[in-house]
């Protein structure tokens, strides 16, 4: 089990959500913070070991609401484990795991499975339960068995719940379990059978198109079921100006909404399937320039409440296929801070809100993550030089599969350190287990 | 004299790949139309053969089957004296639970020069071009192109018309699914051939005012006014998909029947790609009226791909003897071909 010791964390500055300061931290075998402030090195005399801090951001720990750890069912893609070293290595302390394996996550029985995997592995797993059974939108699954092991988080990710009945049903079950459910916002019937954004360039490649409503009439169909029920739903991977407009819309007028985006919507478009490259296929699809100015601006004036990476993985012989037969998504762990310093008109402030302390409300883990870097508290955090400029190659990385869209692309920003319960996982961008 | 058009996908300038159109540009796709005029005085003689890709292998790789434009391909291959494989597979990679690419590294284990490639989904000749070291020809990739069915088309155009730049062509029928139609269109325009489509809203693709075309309903209208009618195949499985309400309407609204072809002026033609629904997108009786150019668009087929072939092959494979054959005029290279066949 994890190896953990006094760890001293000098010289860097400190960027939570109560403010920025320069301060030294230092952390104690039991996996909590002990002490915050200037000059510490006195103190901290007898560490076990210093990771050095300087020009870097010391924050709490990122937490991912969205990521495809693959098992069981996948495990030639991603295992738990190799997930998590890539969710470290990223900065990540803490990942929910989505439950589209094979089988779903849909049962106490799955939920337990992929907990135990997670306590072996390097970051905290949060396991997110299927809505239905099986993800196939027809029965409820057991949400009140889930939810009491811990499960806070439900979705039927891969799928939306299309059947607006089964889906009021589901937000009215789930109401007294204190558990949020989240959508992935695509109706079937427009959207089955394509495999990019429809538009222009979808016109031209002839590949058939996703259209931008397919996302859009379920983002308004929930708002709508929200305000019915009076339950909270988040929106997954939203990727279009309109479903952004609706969102804002409906927070303005009160209902419970939520949102995240994923880093490839505010940095990609349509465009890049010219290629025919499948590492560009994703599900919601990369859509046109207009939509990527949206979600940043969006981004920007603070209405959505996440970036999750959507961390697809899959194998290499899975994505060597014809574009409208390879799988869509793509690995997202590793550079999604790295885009959002990059890429994102952002303090490293609100960078950090999208990436830490919003979404771990979200997953309802804010005891834990996304907290204040002071004494007392859980030492998940995540130390990282906003200026070092990096660029991800083809062989690189810690997650099993390859399939980064982002090979060659100058990144600004990296991950030095990483804590997760107060052991140091990622120690000067290398994973330490 | 002419130049290699440049392919945007490898950014050489070399004729590396025939992916799509627009690869070829205006003046490539007239120098393939000149080499064409070539190809088909040969087909024309007692034993129509030239050794002009003696010792090269063309392979077919049809992932769809298509008798057709495998026959025609073939049959082009060789009457260049070129050896010929046909490698045949289901639609469907998956389903054989091999991945695209390495079925491409088994075919190029094999030592080919050229693959003909024809698949149902969009892309597949230009991922294969970047696993290949062979030439690609894109014979048919899902949606998307068919560019040597363009090419054909455009020298059918000009053997009946004289000339493709400044003609009305109007395009018929299921636009959006038309690889046909998307290569058509990007030659005609490389031309400066107006281009009007014609089809139902469900019939036409997303987007299409970015095409530069002009969009009609109305066939009727459009008729008197074009100097070439382009009849597109129509899926029978359309009307499943509640793009349109049956056979029956989308002949009422769009087929070219006997009545309508009187609508046309007296020079016009009637395209098609073949195979045809009769009673569909065309009545029963128009194949066989003679503004149709259905038989003269197989023929022609045989000597543009003959012509496309040879362009891609036959500059190789000594780098002094492609430099000669780049320095002389198109008409010229097919009679060296002539000549070192006496």
């Known amino acids: ?433 | 004299m002419s130049k290699p058009a440049t392919d945007p996908l490898t950014g050489s300038g070399g004729r590396r790949h025939l992916l799509s159109v627009g690869d070829l540009g205006s003046e490539g796709i007239r120098e393939i139309l000149r080499l064409a005029d070539s190809f088909a005085e040969v087909n024309t003689r007692a034993i129509p053969k030239v050794p002009a890709l003696r010792g090269r292998t063309v392979a077919s790789l049809f992932f769809e089957d298509s008798t057709r434009t495998r026959l025609s391909f073939e049959t082009a291959a060789k009457r260049l004296s070129a050896d010929t494989a046909t490698f045949s597979a289901g639609s469907s990679s998956l389903s054989k639970g091999e991945s695209l690419r390495d079925t491409a590294q088994t075919v190029a284990a094999m030592g080919i020069d050229c693959a003909v490639v024809r698949h149902c989904s969009a892309g597949v000749a230009v991922q294969l071009s970047r696993w290949l070291d062979a030439a690609v020809i894109n014979a048919g990739d899902g949606c998307h192109e068919h560019p040597t069915q363009a090419l054909l088309d455009c020298y059918t155009i000009r053997q009946r018309l004289g000339d493709i730049e400044g003609r009305r062509v109007a395009i018929v029928g299921d636009i959006a699914h038309s690889r046909v139609a998307r290569s058509l269109v990007a030659a005609l325009q490389l031309l400066d051939a107006g281009v009007t489509l014609v089809a139902p809203a469900t019939l036409l693709p997303p987007a299409v005012d970015a095409w530069g075309v002009g969009v009609s309903s109305r066939i009727d209208d459009v008729l008197p006014r074009v100097d070439v009618v382009y009849l597109l195949r129509l899926q029978h499985e359309r009307q499943e998909r509640a793009l349109l309400p049956s056979l029956r309407e989308f002949h009422e609204r769009f087929g070219l029947s006997a009545e309508r072809v009187r609508r046309l002026a007296d020079h016009a033609i009637v395209m098609h790609p073949g195979p045809m629904n009769r009673g569909v997108e065309i009545g029963p009786e128009v194949p066989e009226m003679a503004c149709t150019t259905v038989a003269e668009q197989v023929a022609n087929g045989v000597s543009v791909r003959m012509a496309v072939l040879f362009w891609l092959l036959g500059a190789e494979p000594a780098a002094a003897a492609a430099a000669d054959v780049e320095a002389s005029p198109a008409p010229e290279r097919a009679s060296a071909a002539e000549v070192s066949s006496g």
């Open chain 1, 1 to 433: 089990m994890a190896e953990r010791s006094r760890l001293f964390i000098a010289g860097g500055t400190v960027v939570d959500a109560t403010g920025e300061r320069r301060a030294d931290v230092i952390v104690g075998p039991e996996g909590t913070i002990v002490a915050v402030g200037e000059g510490l090195a006195a103190e901290a005399a007898g560490a076990d070991r210093t990771l050095e801090a300087g020009g870097c951001i010391v924050a709490p720990g990122l937490v991912d609401l969205h990521a495809h750890l693959r098992q069981p069912g996948g495990e030639q893609a991603e295992t738990v484990l190799t997930g998590s070293r890539a969710a470290t290595l990223g900065g990540f302390s803490a990942v929910v795991a989505m439950p589209n394996t094979s089988p779903s996550i849909d049962s106490a029985a799955m939920v337990r499975e992929v907990q135990e995997l997670g306590r072996a592995s390097l970051c905290q797993v949060e396991v997110a339960g299927a809505i239905t059974v099986a993800r196939a939108g027809e029965r409820l699954a057991p949400m009140g068995e889930m939810a009491a092991l811990g499960v806070r988080l439900f979705t039927d990710d891969g799928k939306g719940v299309q059947d607006a009945g089964i889906m009021r049903k589901a937000l009215q079950y789930a109401s007294d379990l204190g558990v949020r459910l989240a959508q992935h916002c695509e109706v079937d019937s427009l959207a089955v059978g394509g495999h990019m954004h429809e538009g222009e360039w979808s016109s031209r490649l002839g590949i058939p198109g996703i259209p931008a409503e397919a996302e859009e009439i379920m983002v308004m169909r929930d708002v709508a079921l929200s305000r019915l029920t009076g339950a909270p739903v988040h929106f997954q991977h939203l990727s279009t100006a309109g479903s952004v407009a609706i969102v804002e819309a409906a927070r303005r007028s009160g209902v419970r909404v939520t949102a995240e985006v994923a880093p490839h919507h505010f940095t990609l478009t349509d465009e890049s399937c010219a290629s025919y490259d499948t590492r560009f296929k994703v599900n919601p699809p990369l859509r046109p320039a207009d939509d990527v100015t949206a979600v940043r601006a969006a981004l920007a004036r603070g209405t959505l409440d996440a970036i999750a990476t959507d961390h697809a993985p899959h194998t290499a012989d899975a994505k060597d296929l014809p574009f409208e037969e390879a799988p869509p998504g793509m690995l997202g762990l590793e550079t999604a801070l790295s885009l959002a310093l990059t890429e994102l008109d952002l303090s490293p402030a609100e960078a950090l809100a999208l990436l830490s302390w919003r979404p771990a409300r979200i997953a309802g883990i804010d005891d834990s993550h996304g907290g204040p870097v002071e004494a007392g508290r859980p030492a998940n955090l995540c130390v990282f030089d906003p200026s070092a400029v990096w660029t991800p190659d083809s062989g690189g990385g810690a997650s099993r599969s390859r399939n980064t869209p982002y090979v060659g692309r100058r990144l600004r920003g990296r991950v030095r350190h990483t804590l997760v319960a107060g052991e140091a996982v990622v120690v000067d961008g290398e994973v330490q287990r």
